[in-house]
């Protein structure tokens, strides 16, 4: 009875470990099968969030490269242009290509009351040429007075048409006849220069830039009081919002002799604020930060095909990673008054020639 009871309970027990052991291999199981539905349902979450971000990005960079506007100006123009510079080929055909152009680019940058179009009606106050050194460490920048007299030349016009040429015109005169495709044609006739690119930047985008990059700071020698532009400034240092910064740029008559060579000196100012201020933020860290950015800069710009895209921007950008508000010189185109009208500037030669055989 003994022995027969502690068999039973034996195999009782038995019978428990086989029991338990069948009740564990059913709960390691059930809990192996949950997981994989969990991870399973994690994977699909994850995916799905993978898909969104895609999507998002998708979208973001659709509606980016839709901001920009261009003009194919080298259509437009075909051959009747200056040379481009020759850059010597690489002694091993078969080396990767170099990080940055190895070649030195001139870009023909505007200021426009009215965005991206055959210029008709609108205004070109602000005319930059910005030289970049082979390197794309450097960079100069020369601005030309709107005031400045020039002989623009016969321009095409989008009707197949084209603008008569005008001896002693003013330079701002060929984009409010003929657009960008004239801007640069007067801008290339007067140089002798070849312009790579084009950039316009719209008044109202640069605004808004400005307000996006949490505005800039620049620093005064004089006190401003200009009616027109509705700037009040006092001697010093002052962070402008982008209305202000705006007005600063279009100021004319509130400094000096109310002339536009005061009001390049400004601009010159706001070039190298908006350069340090893009440089205070690491924008490649947030991407919602970069977007609003993005979104800013290419709502205001109308460029040449070359520029045109979002892709092309980006490599453009990246080329001038190393390049520092401390890199870029500012000048002005040398002018003197014009002999019979006071209010006009005309080139100071030899002077202008030379600084124009420095960017060439």
Known sequence: MTGHQGSGGTGDDGAGDESGGAGAEAGTGGRAARRVRVLRIAGLALAGVLVLGAGAAGWAYWQLNDNIRSVDIDSALGDDRPARPLTAPSPDASAPAPPVPTGSLNILVLGSDSRGGDG??????????VHLDAGRTGATVVSIPRDTLVDRPSCPLPDGGATRPVSGA????????????????????????????YVEIDFAGFEGLVDTLGGV??????????????????????????????????????????GDLGRIGLQHQLVKALL???????????????YEVADAVTGSLTTDTGLDSLGELTRFGRSLRDLSSAGVTT??????????????????????????????
């Open 120 to 129: 008709a009606g609108a205004r070109s106050d602000t005319a930059m040429i």
């Open 170 to 197: 003013m330079f701002n005169s060929a984009y409010a006849v003929g657009g960008p495709v004239c801007a640069v044609k007067t801008a290339e006739a007067l140089t002798d220069v070849r312009m790579d690119h």
């Open 276 to 290: 340090e201020r893009v440089a205070e933020q690491d924008l490649l860290t947030d991407p919602v930060r970069l």
């Open 331 to 360: 000048l002005t185109m040398p002018v003197l008054p014009a002999p019979w009208d006071g209010n006009r500037v005309v080139a100071d030669e030899p002077e202008a020639e030379e600084l124009w055989a420095s960017l060439r």
């Open 217 to 258: 700071t620049v620093t005064t020698d004089e006190d401003i009081d200009d009616d027109r532009s509705r700037l009040r400034l006092e001697a010093g240092t002052h962070h402008l919002d982008g209305a202000d910064a705006l007005a600063l740029a279009r100021t004319r008559y509130g400094i000096g002799d109310g």
